[in-house]
């Protein structure tokens, strides 16, 4: 009850408007967390502020939902129990072991992500990252495989500039959440590459190949990593950071995404 009046308080003092729409949100309006815990030792999500996205904007996401492709997490169209990868994976070859991504990189999700990687909008990695932490929960990911979560770094340019790792910002959270330790400052970029998004998709592969080394690859030895982005397209970035973690000796490699 008093929490209700002190927010209700909040509200009125500091309105707070969606980054999206400008709407003014209220305590009707607001997103309310519904995740139930994870059974993994890991801690609750620390009470948001209200203000950041609306629920309808919110409402507006599309969440990936199965069947999905074994091995990119793409949902696959046409359901055939005998094949369960994509067309696309029949003929590629990933590093990583299995990838999944929470919802489908359009609308919403792409001008959140743009907010939160071009316009410093970092508070957004808790809201984005609650919907990463939602599929694991939702479709029960077998993440207890994992023994630790890697953020894929950018390059040490793009750090500087951006200051701060996006992917790193949804891991953060996600790895709170889930009780996996988070390695930082191992995975490493060792050049800089053009920007995925400006390449055809064949161009990408060659762009990244030879581009992650590892800082401490007795680190990951024979264990089992969790890789963590904000968008998986191609898989190409991803697939190169698990070649630099298989080749360091890491037994298994997952991919989570938070869009695709
Ligand atoms: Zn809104
Ligand atoms: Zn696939």
Same mark, same amino acid.
Not at 31 to 45: E, I
């Given at each position: 009850?008093?929490?209700r009046i002190l927010q209700a308080l909040e509200e009125i003092i500091y309105p707070h408007y969606c980054l999206l729409c400008r709407i003014r949100i209220t305590l009707e309006n607001q997103?309310?967390? /519904?995740? !139930? !815990?994870? !059974?993994?030792?890991?801690? %609750?999500?620390p009470?948001?502020?209200?203000? *950041?996205? #609306? +629920?309808?904007c919110i409402g507006k996401i599309k969440p990936n939902s199965p069947p999905f492709c074994q091995k990119c997490g793409r949902k696959i169209l046409k359901f055939d129990p005998s094949l369960n990868v994509c067309a696309e994976c029949s003929k590629t070859q990933f590093w990583f072991d299995r990838a999944w991504a929470s919802c489908s990189y359009e609308g919403v999700i792409k001008e959140m992500v743009h907010n939160l990687k071009y316009r410093n909008k970092i508070c957004l990695a808790? /809201?984005? %990252? +609650? &919907?990463?932490?939602?599929? /694991? %929960?939702?479709?029960?990911? =077998? &993440?207890?495989? #994992?023994d630790c979560a890697i953020?894929? =770094? *950018? %390059? =040490?340019r793009k750090h500087r500039e951006r200051e701060f790792n996006q992917a790193e910002a949804l891991a953060?959270?996600?790895s709170a959440y889930i009780g996996l330790k988070l390695l930082k400052d191992n995975l490493k970029r060792i050049r800089d590459t053009k920007s995925q998004t400006e390449l055809e998709k064949s161009k990408r592969w060659q762009n990244i190949r030879g581009a992650?080394? &590892?800082n401490a690859p007795s680190a990951v030895r024979g264990k089992t990593i969790l890789l963590i982005d904000d968008v998986l397209t191609t898989g190409a970035t991803a697939s190169e950071a698990a070649r630099a973690l298989?080749?360091?000796g890491a037994a298994g490699v997952y991919v989570l995404a938070l869009a695709n």
């Open positions: 009850m008093l929490n997103l309310r967390r /519904v995740t !139930p !815990p994870f !059974p993994r030792d890991g801690n %609750s999500l009470r948001e502020r209200a203000g *950041l996205i #609306c +629920r309808d808790k /809201v984005l %990252s +609650r &919907l990463m932490i939602d599929f /694991v %929960s939702d479709y029960r990911l =077998p &993440l207890e495989a #994992c953020a894929i =770094p *950018l %390059s =040490p953060d959270n996600l992650f080394a &590892l298989k080749n360091a």
